[in-house]
């Protein structure tokens, strides 16, 4: 079964070409905690000879070290590479392995089966073709069994393996396997997974793994192996599907080419297809196929291509390429299945950078529509996605995007999300279709624009954002800015942060979730009025930095003037003239700002004032000298 051929020693180049021309599968372990994924992908590493005897021999010495099998091999050591790994005999971090046969190669995912780490099994399973699930034969189906099931089903893999193993320690019983197959498909066919081959193994003994055992000798199924030798790879299927190209590079070497690249994300083109490429709408013909080893009558999914086309028309990287009698959809809203990544919360109407694709866009995400409990199935209401937790919520973009749903296409449309600030992804998605008010409205172009309403007012339009701690003064030192600004003769209009929730917000409360909704509306009101060609001034908190960088990223450059009015804790504090401190002190008053919510200061505001030092006449005149220098007073 090992990959190891006599063509090695005679022909190396026929051997090459052999190797090069196998297919690949891409696999999974996944399951509870000590089912055995890592001992189960070692001895297929061991079988297949994929070790050389350096590794061999380290492995031998960290069994007598780390090992649980006395002095025999522990196979789990050849997967498992962090310290700690071996240290605790768990997984953390996926794992990838290669290894190959004389009929295939195989990339192999060792996913960890602490719910802590389910993340990292998201990770292994989204370019995975099969999920080989295994269940310890001593314990049956357990809850992690049942979420890795759920986000197999999820994420899109069709073709699942139930390796029942440590058949060794239940003596090869074929009641206990028969019961666990049949408590395991009855939970599958709750979340949608058919195509599964059950198997009864002993990864530790090898039994059923390479060859039939002589120990189960009323197991008349292939074995691991032979099923993973000769299952159909999910790239045939999307080679019959339509055509998707998300396109990665605009080639332009010279004046005399320009071409775009990228990998087929499904169907198949040819010289001559009619494309369309999206979200323009634009169509021509594909002119050539272009690779480095010259050009190609015929491309499939799973190649890197470039593409030259018949007319000049506008692509960039991010575009998608489809088959023109069959075009992508395209929205800026829609339904997803979002499983949640980071530590910190999922916020409805924080900003997030989404990627699908090739193309990176912002995206805000609505309070879930439900949560899932995987272990029931059952839809629970949620305000937000802690970690781990897996929701259905609204997402809506910055501008439209050609797209597939999961089911239909995995390249096209799956997504992750990404955090502005730290660049963590921190969500993965799956979308299933457009909104209806995503098709049904449009933006209507206007005669007027920001520019000539600006004029006709004769001044610069702007959005001076003051932001600080409860107490620190900004509404104080905003009012007095207005003042002055109406004195010039400018046209301006303060939004209070008090002021607001006793209208626009006044449903809002004062949960994360909840203050960013409130700067969310603040912000586009305040988009609006600077469309207007007015001067804004808003006094609020803001206490996070993703949305102060999301009102920031709703104007023009240069028209966003962040103010910081930096007054310490406890200098605020004896300002406190409503006595809100007093009460949060107290704890009657929960997630206040400073206290028991936390205030992330500005890193790099256009102005900072300290109110501390200078009154607040003289706080007013710094912010009017700010706009001075930056030409937004005339």
Not at 32 to 43: E, F, N, Y
Not at 269 to 285: C, I, K, L
Not at 400 to 429: K, M, P, Q, S
Request: glycine share 8%; hydrophobic share 40%; charged share 25%.
């Amino acid at each position: 079964m090992s990959h190891v051929s006599d063509l090695i020693a005679t022909d190396i180049e026929q051997y090459l070409h052999q190797h090069e021309r196998k297919s690949l599968l891409r696999f999974i372990t996944c399951g509870s905690v000590d089912d055995g994924k890592s001992t189960l992908i070692g001895r297929l590493l061991y079988e297949s000879k994929m070790l050389f005897e350096d590794q061999l021999a380290a492995v031998e010495a960290d069994s007598r070290k780390w090992g649980t099998q006395g002095g025999d091999i522990d196979f789990a050591l050849l997967v498992d590479g962090l310290a700690a790994e071996r240290e605790q005999g768990i997984t953390i971090d996926v794992a990838y392995r290669f290894f190959s046969t004389d009929r295939r190669k195989f990339i192999v995912a060792d996913t960890p089966g602490h719910e802590q780490y389910t993340r990292n099994m998201v990770t292994g399973a989204s370019t995975a073709d099969v999920a080989v699930i295994l269940i310890d034969a001593r314990k049956g189906v357990l809850t992690q069994t049942r979420r890795h099931s759920y986000l197999v089903s999820l994420i899109g893999i069709r073709k699942v393996v139930l390796a029942i193993n440590k058949m060794d320690l239940m003596d090869y019983s074929e009641k206990v396997y028969r019961q666990i197959e049949e408590d395991y498909r009855a939970f599958a066919q709750k979340i949608g997974l058919v195509d599964i081959t059950a198997m009864p193994l002993s990864a530790l003994k090898g039994d059923n793994m390479l060859e039939p055992s002589s120990r189960m000798g009323w197991y008349h199924g292939p074995t691991l192996m032979g099923y993973l030798e000769t299952v159909e790879l999910d790239e045939t299927r999307q080679q019959a599907g339509v055509l998707r190209m998300p396109v990665q590079w605009v080639n332009r070497p010279n004046l005399d080419f320009r071409g775009f690249a990228g990998t087929v994300a499904g169907g198949t083109v040819r010289p001559g297809d009619r494309v369309r490429a999206q979200p323009s709408g634009r169509e021509s013909r594909v002119a050539r196929i272009v690779t480095a080893d010259g050009d190609l009558p015929l491309a499939v999914a799973g190649q890197s291509i470039t593409l030259t086309l018949e007319d000049e028309i506008d692509i960039s990287r991010g575009d998608l390429i489809s088959a023109a009698a069959a075009p992508a959809e395209v929205a800026d809203q829609f339904e997803a299945t979002i499983v949640w990544m980071a530590d910190e919360p999922l916020l409805p109407g924080r900003p997030y950078l989404l990627k699908l694709g090739t193309r990176t866009v912002n995206a805000t995400v609505t309070e879930p529509k439900y949560k899932v409990n995987v272990n029931t199935l059952e839809h629970l209401a949620a305000k937000k996605l802690d970690l781990n937790e897996i929701g259905v919520c609204n997402v809506a973009l910055d501008r439209v995007v050609a797209f597939d749903a999961y089911t239909a296409n995995r390249e096209t449309g799956g997504f992750i999300l990404i955090d502005r600030l730290t660049n963590h992804t921190v969500g993965a998605g799956m979308l299933h279709f457009a909104l209806r008010r995503a098709h049904n409205i449009h933006l209507q172009p206007v005669d007027v624009d920001k520019a000539a309403r600006a004029q006709s007012l004769g001044q610069k339009p702007a959005v001076l954002w003051f932001t600080g701690l409860s107490g620190a003064g900004k509404s104080t030192i905003a009012n007095l800015v207005e003042k002055k600004l109406h004195a010039l003769g400018k046209h301006c209009y303060l939004l209070d942060g008090d002021n607001i929730r006793h209208g626009l917000n006044r449903d809002l409360g004062f949960t994360e979730a909840d203050r960013v909704e409130n700067v969310r509306r603040v912000a586009e009101v305040a988009r609006l009025m600077a469309d207007a060609g007015l001067i804004v001034l808003t006094a609020f908190i803001s206490p996070f930095r993703a949305e102060r960088a999301m009102a920031r990223a709703l104007v023009a450059e240069g028209e966003f003037i962040e103010i910081h009015v930096d007054t310490p804790l406890e200098v605020a504090e004896t300002r406190d003239v409503k006595g809100l401190y007093r009460k949060a002190r107290r704890g009657e008053l929960v997630n206040f700002t400073g206290i028991d919510s936390p205030y992330e200061a500005p890193e790099s505001p256009e102005l900072r004032i300290d109110t501390v030092h200078q009154s607040a006449q003289a706080c007013a005149d710094q912010v009017i000298a700010c706009m001075n220098a930056r030409g937004l007073l005339g």
